[in-house]
């Protein structure tokens, strides 16, 4: 009990509002706490960190967390945290959605934020399907995948998220896994320090309405293909296509520090346009 | 900087832009759309000067959106938009009800529905303003008829989101955004400014959505160290969420007594010649111009028409309508859509009164002539 009370992560949550509402082996629970360890190791200051969401079971760990949280509307988490962003540019801005807030619904808003490579962190909680509503497909439902909206196979064509981020302009990119969790720390703490966009795509599990209805579960086992069909980026570079057929690669994939960032270009538009209305 | 104390030629967007950034508006989002967009360009270019910040985002949803987050890190924030861009902020407008965060949302009339006439006059969302946003929500709009008044009603505006901590709807259309006349502005220090006031720091669990001045709560800014949660799920005075339906009634309630009980505060109707009238011309926004025009003219020939102008449209002043026009023959309601606030008007007044209505699709506009003429029918 005292080594509970001792760990230093504990004070990133609240913990009058735990346990959380997960379903028993949901991977949301694994990724909220691989984002408080990299905030832990980045060493934010609580009161300068504002973690904003958009709507689905994802979308409900800021609730869970000591800062400033913000739960908007479905998709527009990062519209609300550009918001934010720009308005004081002194905060350290978190945003956090499934993959339907953030890839279809907010599919626009990522894009455009990747492009502006304004400073946030987004963390999209990717478990394949929505959650919330249980179990409808997503833009990240594989192809002939069983949800309650395909119910004779998926034939939606998913796409690579991170392949998108990069391209919009993302200047730091990266994938882990509810699996890979020291990974995930890392990569997480890479993007709290870096300054520009940072996009995780943090794949999750969902036992309750993906698994099981795919008979993929349950969790561990969810977890154990993760484990299987992961290729570090590094080795995925000596692939062929052939061979990274299936596979996911994870890792860091983008990391270009010296993009000019939006709000620091802002404060340049504010210099001058004060030089140009003086003189 | 624009010149004070002096008459000077501005268009309504123009001074839209500029009372909203001498009350202290410094962040903007929007999206272009006719006729609509002179606010957001004289936005772009008047904002960084006086050290504010202007975006121009993906579209109207996270235009709304960034103003919501915008206004909840401290800052006084705005948008404005025209009837597709207002269709789409609905719903982080109703956010902005429901987690009580101040905003002004400005819309330019013009043709709908759908994209309709883009640089014609039309007054088709007086109802979409009411009733945009899905659930129970109180709404307030104000609606200006002129350049000049366009400054003064901004202002209004943000006071009223500021005090409240609610949206406010600045309603124009194309008819005053787009008209340029003579105003005089007043020296900044003249005017009366309103800013939201703060929660205390205290020893206490701090409770963001208890009701402190009245029913309106004290929430904190983002990043004053209150760590504080936000939601637009129906929540108790912690700000989370609850699925307890006495309390998710009372929230809901709340909102609409706090906008209730100030009603003497946001209610503002201009009254001309209704002392003696017999008939009167209701009308609002750049139509009453043309209602103006007309009851002078009909009092020159001896008609007893008068003008009752509401400013504020929602709420809906029943009891200036009532107490106004409740003895009269006829009210004759001029606006340019099917009938939108006739139906109010007619509810408030009851049976005993002839409700007529003037109304005009299409794009052109209602002029004094056809006002007159209606008068002068009126038997
Ligand atoms: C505008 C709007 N459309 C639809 C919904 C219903 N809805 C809530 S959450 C959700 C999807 C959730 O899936 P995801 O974002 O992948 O998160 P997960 O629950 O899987 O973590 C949907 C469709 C909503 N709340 N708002
Ligand atoms: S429904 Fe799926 S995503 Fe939602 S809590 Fe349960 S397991 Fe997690």
Redesign the interface.
Known sequence: MAEVQNNPILKYFRAS?LPHIWCPGCGHGILMGALVRAIDKVGLD???T?I?SGIGCSSRA??YL????????HG?A???????????P??KVIVLGGDGDIAAIGG??L??ACRRNIDLLLICFNNSIYGMTSGQYSPMTPTGRLATTAPYGNIDRPFDLCQLAAAAGATYVGRATSYHVTLLIELIAKGLKHKGFAFIDALSQCPTYYGRRNKLGPSVKMMEWFKEVCIPVGAAKKMTPEQLRDKIVIGEMVNTPDVPEYTEE?EK??A???EM?AG | ?VKTGKGILMQGNEACAEGAIACGM??F?GYPITPSTEIAELCA?RL??E?G?F?Q???E???M???????????K?MTATSGPGFSLKQ??IG?ACMAEVPCVVVNVQRVGPSTGMPTSPAQGDVMQVRWGTHGDHPMIALCPWSVQETYNIVIRCFNIAETLRTPVILLMDEIVGHLREKVVLPDPSTLTIVSRRKPQKSSLPYLPYKPVYGDVPAIAD????????????SHDYTG??TNDANVAAEEIKRLHRKVQAARNEITFVHKYRLEDAEIAVFAYGGVARSAMEAVMRAREQGIRAGLFRPITIWPFPEEEVRQSLGALKAVVVAELNLGQMRLEVERCLGKGIEVIGLNRVGGQIITPDDILETLRGVK
């Open positions: 509002k609580q009161d300068r504002v904003v800021p609730g000591n800062f400033d949280t913000l739960h908007t509307t527009r990062l519209a609300f945290a550009t918001g934010i962003k720009l308005a004081r002194e905060l626009n808003h894009i455009h802002y538009v504010k001058r346009a004060k209305s | 900087m410094r962040f989002a270019l960084p000067q050290g910040v975006i985002m993906e579209d949803l996270s235009s959106a960034a103003v919501v987050g915008a206004s909840l890190a401290g800052a924030a719903e982080n956010f983002y990043g004053d160290g209150f760590r504080f949660h936000v939601t637009g799920l989370f969420p």
